[in-house]
């Protein structure tokens, strides 16, 4: 690795770190541009950006944790789903393309994002919605699954549902964080096993991914609650039509 490259993986950490702990969107924005500014394999970059979610949301997870922004019963329902279907998913990914994944990933968070922004201040009330256990699993399932296979970290699926579904903004990125862990962790295991992994690049971004999160996580607990879901709203329709923009722009090419 070149010290051009070393620099330019830790600024790409840390400031997809920054997003995936402000607001837990971010890690969209990894696997492409590894795969574009690197040149990457993007099967390879999923392998690495898996491997690094275990580190930022193990960060993300004990920053949130502290301020008790994690609800950790709805956090042990969706890693129940989470975990195995992350394992299936890394298996699939070495098989799959995904490209029609991505495509109503990126619907979903467009969906999800003008939602929010329509809905009224006096409607975002800070209380979380009560689920039955096996919708919350269900839920956890296809977030494990979807990111196993997009390298896209749990945030990605999870917080966008979470919001549509009338979650609070701060809840939804701690139930995130929470389970990046394990998501991550399954995923890597079945990327090792199906797969290559490029160590290398892993530790690298792994300890900016981690770096970035910690500091992302500490400013979402330092603006005005309303102001964070506002600006969420706008990164999941911004995120939404940049993956609608770069699958189209794919399929051109």
């Known amino acids: 690795m070149t010290g051009l490259a070393l620099f330019g993986f830790i600024a790409l950490g840390l400031g997809v770190g920054i997003l995936i702990g402000g607001v837990g969107i971010g890690g969209v924005l990894l696997v492409p541009c590894m795969a574009y500014f690197f040149g990457m394999p993007v099967h390879g970059a999923i392998a690495v950006a898996m491997f690094a979610y275990i580190f930022a949301g193990t960060m993300g997870a004990v920053v949130y944790a502290r301020h008790g922004s994690i609800k950790w019963k709805t956090a042990g329902w969706l890693v129940l789903g989470a975990a195995p279907a992350a394992f299936v998913g890394a298996a699939a990914v070495s098989v799959t393309p995904g490209i029609w994944l991505e495509f109503l990933i990126a619907l979903l968070i467009v969906f999800a994002g003008v939602n929010a922004l329509r809905q009224s ?34 945030p990605l699926l999870l917080v966008p549902i979470s919001v549509w579904l009338g979650f609070p903004a701060l809840t939804a990125v701690g139930l995130s964080q929470a389970i990046q862990f394990p998501i991550a962790s399954l995923a890597t295991i079945g990327n090792l096993t199906y797969g290559e992994l490029d160590w290398q690049v892993a530790l690298v971004l792994a300890a900016a991914l981690m770096t970035g999160a910690a500091l992302g996580a500490r400013l979402a607990h330092r603006v005005p609650r309303q102001l964070l879901s ?11 039509l940049f993956l609608i923009v770069r699958l189209v722009g794919t399929r051109l090419i």
């Open 121 to 154: 201040k006096a409607s975002r009330a800070e209380k979380e919605p009560r689920f039955h256990p096996l919708a919350l699993v269900c839920l956890g399932a296809v977030t494990g699954l979807g990111s196993a296979m997009t390298g896209t970290g749990g």
């Open 230 to 240: 506002t600006f969420l709203s706008f990164v999941l329709v911004a995120v939404g």
